[in-house]
């Protein structure tokens, strides 16, 4: 019978680097239940954020990027030996899991996350989380758009007016009415990056009588991440 587990064998090419993205399945009714404050709900980004944590404890990647719904996780060293079936099931799950816990409230349904794996170059990797990184800005401005064409119009209104706008129309109709979306907070238009600093630790060596300094590594959410660049991506030691 196991001959019929055909995909079981699927591995991601050898020596490639991997980034896997996790996605909320139908969050947009996930965030109705919940009543989920609109456009940012503080408390679902800190769950988020402990979610990206339990994922680097569990599996260290070497970088995670999330903004709404989505996560992204940058790999060298894969678990399962690269076994796609592996990767996408328990991480997904893992993840799904690790949100039920830190969210901790009455569910309508399970929430869900799906899952997919891209393998990629080095020279890709800054190209990709500035996609992402982009996506999170346009999330940013539409949400703020939407919500507030929504405090002004029917919701059928609102929509059908920010499908004829472009990106620009929107934030300068925010602007106009008072919205300055360069006040808004950092994470909201940029995302949160999740990766290893170092941390200085100073100590008293007895032996030789005196303070000694060391680091070590620890978790660190970064709730102000730069536009994504060469130097930053090198600075946390993912670009050489
Ligand atoms: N109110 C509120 N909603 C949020 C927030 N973050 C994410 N969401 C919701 O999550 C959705 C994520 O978008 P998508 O992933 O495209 O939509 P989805 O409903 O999850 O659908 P699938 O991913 O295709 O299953 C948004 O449309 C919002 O409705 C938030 O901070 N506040
Ligand atoms: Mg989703």
């Not at 007895?206 to 709730?223: A, L, P």
Request: aromatic share 14%; net charge neutral.
């Amino acid at each position: 019978m196991k001959d019929y587990e055909v995909y079981s064998s699927l591995k991601v090419p050898k020596n490639s680097k991997v980034i896997m993205r996790l996605d909320g399945r139908s969050f947009h009714s996930l965030a109705r239940d919940l009543n989920l404050v609109k456009p940012y709900d503080e408390n679902f980004y800190k769950v988020i954020s402990e979610v990206c944590r339990d994922l680097f404890e569990e599996f260290s990647p070497l970088f995670i990027y999330t903004f709404s719904d989505e996560i992204s996780l940058l790999f060298d060293k894969l678990p399962y030996d690269g076994r796609i079936e592996k990767l996408n099931s328990v991480i997904a799950g893992f993840t799904s899991s690790s949100f039920v816990l830190h969210y901790n409230t009455d569910f309508k349904k399970p929430p869900a996350f799906d899952s997919r794996i891209i393998p990629i170059n080095d020279e890709n990797i800054l190209e990709y989380f500035k996609w992402r990184q982009e996506e999170s800005w346009v999330n940013c401005v539409n949400s703020h758009g939407i919500s507030y064409l929504k405090s002004k119009y029917s919701n059928n209104v609102a929509n059908d007016k920010i499908n004829g706008m472009s990106l620009s129309d929107v934030h300068e109709l925010l602007f106009q009415n008072g919205i300055n979306l360069n006040d808004v907070e950092t994470y909201k238009k940029r995302g949160i990056g999740i990766y290893r600093k170092n941390k200085k630790v100073v100590g008293f060596n007895k032996k030789e009588n005196k303070e000694q300094t060391s680091y070590r590594s620890h978790i660190y959410i970064d709730w102000q991440i730069p536009k994504f660049s060469e130097e930053f991506f090198k600075e946390i030691g993912v670009l050489i």
